[in-house]
């Protein structure tokens, strides 16, 4: 059975022979129903607390549960980001080692022609010498008859 301030307030007791005196009683009581006035504020607003209390800890738990899918989602975005770079890496890598190829291709053709061109100018120079110096020696041969016969 609940019990308000007012019933404590209000009650009747039976009176007997010698019984208590009624303006002690009623003091008392009035004493009683101010403290469980005091007392029912109290618990209201200790329930008004603890319903907004559970509020903010249901949108706290709500916010973290968002926290969490957005940690989860930058991590996933960060490891594609990663492979993604890692691939790039790679294909400049691969790109790379192909220019170096065709230029390192490059070079030894060049050199090769280059090569070509040095045993042309010796085979050129050897052929020059022996045509100069055959010229040379048809010149001299000529100066000697010529010396002889005058």
Same mark, same amino acid.
């Given at each position: %059975?609940?019990? /308000?301030?007012?019933?404590? $307030?209000?009650?009747?007791?039976? /009176?007997?022979? $010698? #019984?208590?005196?009624?303006?002690?009683?009623?003091?008392?009581?009035?004493?009683?129903?101010?403290? %469980?006035?005091?007392?029912?504020?109290?618990?209201?607003?200790?329930?008004?607390?603890? $319903?907004?209390? @559970? @509020?903010?800890?249901?949108?706290?738990?709500?916010?973290? #549960?968002? !926290?969490?899918?957005?940690?989860?989602?930058?991590?996933? *975005?960060?490891?594609?980001?990663?492979?993604?770079?890692?691939?790039?890496? =790679?294909? *400049?890598?691969?790109?790379?080692?192909?220019?170096?190829?065709?230029?390192?291709?490059?070079?030894?053709?060049?050199?090769?022609? *280059?090569? #070509?061109? *040095?045993? $042309?100018?010796?085979?050129?120079?050897? !052929?020059?010498?022996?045509?100069?110096?055959?010229? !040379?020696?048809?010149?001299? =041969?000529? !100066?000697?008859?010529?010396?002889?016969?005058?």
């Amino acid at each position: %059975m609940d019990l /308000t301030p007012l019933d404590v $307030r209000y009650q009747e007791f039976p /009176t007997g022979l $010698r #019984g208590y005196r009624k303006e002690a009683v009623r003091g008392y009581l009035a004493r009683v129903a101010e403290v %469980m006035e005091a007392l029912i504020q109290e618990n209201e607003a200790l329930r008004e607390k603890v $319903r907004s209390l @559970e @509020e903010e800890a249901l949108r706290l738990k709500e916010a973290e #549960g968002e !926290l969490r899918r957005a940690v989860v989602a930058a991590e996933k *975005i960060a490891r594609e980001l990663k492979a993604q770079a890692e691939k790039e890496a =790679e294909l *400049i890598r691969k790109e790379a080692q192909a220019a170096k190829e065709q230029v390192v291709r490059e070079a030894a053709e060049e050199l090769k022609r *280059i090569r #070509g061109e *040095i045993e $042309r100018a010796r085979q050129e120079k050897v !052929l020059f010498l022996a045509q100069f110096r055959g010229l !040379l020696e048809g010149y001299l =041969e000529s !100066l000697k008859r010529l010396e002889e016969g005058a």
